[in-house]
C-alpha cells in the first residue's frame, strides 16, 4: 500500500512539474529582400528560432534571378539569364529581443546556379579542295556558373508596425564561382555584381517582413 501511494504521488508530482514548464513555441518570420530586384533577382527569407529565448534564429533563403533583355547592372552583356540559389543562416541576438528592435549578427553560407546565354565567337573547321581551314562564327553559347557563398553580417531588427518588421544589415563575404568543370570562371568575372564574381566583398541588405508571433 505504501508502495501504491509513493508511486502516485511521483505521478503526480511529474505531471504538475510538466504542466508549469513553459512549452516551447516557435516564432517565425517571412521577408522579402527588395533590393534583389537590381540583380534581376527575387529572395525570400524564412526564419524561425531554435530556442525558446528568441536569442538563436535559423534562417533559409530561396533565391530566383530572371533575365530575357539582357538589361543587367553588370559589366558583362547577356542575351539572357537564369538562376537559382539557397542561402542558410544562423542569426543570434546579442540580448533578448524586444517588442521595438534587437542588434544581431549572422553567418552562414549557400550555393547558386546561373545558366548565362550570349553570342560568341566559336572556332570551326572547315574543308575545301581537302584541305582543312580554320575559321570563327558567332553562335549563342550557354554558359554555365556554380558559386559558393560565405556571409558573416551584423544588423538590427525593428518592429515598424507590429507585426511588421524592418531589418537592416551590413557585413563581408566570399565568394567563389565555377564552370561547369568546376574551374574557376573567368567569364563574367568583372565586379561584384557579376554572377560569375569571385573574391571578398560588401554584403549589405534591409528586409522587409511579418513576424507570426506565439
Given at each position: 500500500m ?16 510538466a ?5 516551447f513555441?516557435?516564432?517565425k ?17 524564412y ?6 529565448n ?29 538562376g ?51 575559321s ?18 551584423v ?58 508571433e506565439k
Amino acid at each position: 500500500m505504501k508502495l501504491i501511494l509513493v508511486i502516485l504521488v511521483l505521478l503526480t508530482s511529474t505531471i504538475v512539474f510538466a504542466q508549469d514548464e513553459k512549452p516551447f513555441q516557435r516564432e517565425k518570420i517571412l521577408s522579402i529582400v527588395p533590393q534583389y530586384v537590381f540583380q534581376n533577382g527575387f529572395r525570400v527569407d524564412y526564419e524561425f528560432t531554435l530556442q525558446n529565448n528568441r536569442k538563436s534564429w535559423l534562417q533559409f533563403s530561396p533565391e530566383l534571378f530572371i533575365s530575357t533583355d539582357g538589361n543587367n547592372m553588370t559589366n558583362a552583356n547577356y542575351k539572357s539569364m537564369r538562376g537559382i540559389g539557397l542561402e542558410i543562416h544562423h542569426k543570434y541576438f546579442m540580448r533578448e529581443p524586444s517588442e521595438r528592435y534587437g542588434y544581431y549578427f549572422a553567418y552562414g553560407g549557400g550555393l547558386q546556379f546561373f545558366g548565362i546565354k550570349n553570342d560568341q565567337s566559336v572556332q570551326y573547321t572547315y574543308s575545301e579542295y581537302d584541305t582543312n581551314y580554320i575559321s570563327y562564327r558567332t553562335e549563342e553559347v550557354n554558359t554555365t556558373i556554380n558559386r559558393v557563398l560565405l556571409n558573416f553580417v551584423v544588423g538590427k531588427q525593428i518592429t515598424w508596425h507590429k507585426p511588421f518588421i524592418v531589418d537592416y544589415y551590413l557585413g563581408v563575404g566570399f565568394r567563389y564561382s565555377m564552370d561547369k568543370n568546376l574551374e574557376l570562371m573567368e567569364m563574367y568575372n568583372q565586379s561584384w555584381f557579376d554572377n560569375g564574381y569571385s573574391g571578398s566583398l560588401l554584403v549589405a541588405g534591409l528586409k522587409l517582413g511579418f513576424n507570426f508571433e506565439k
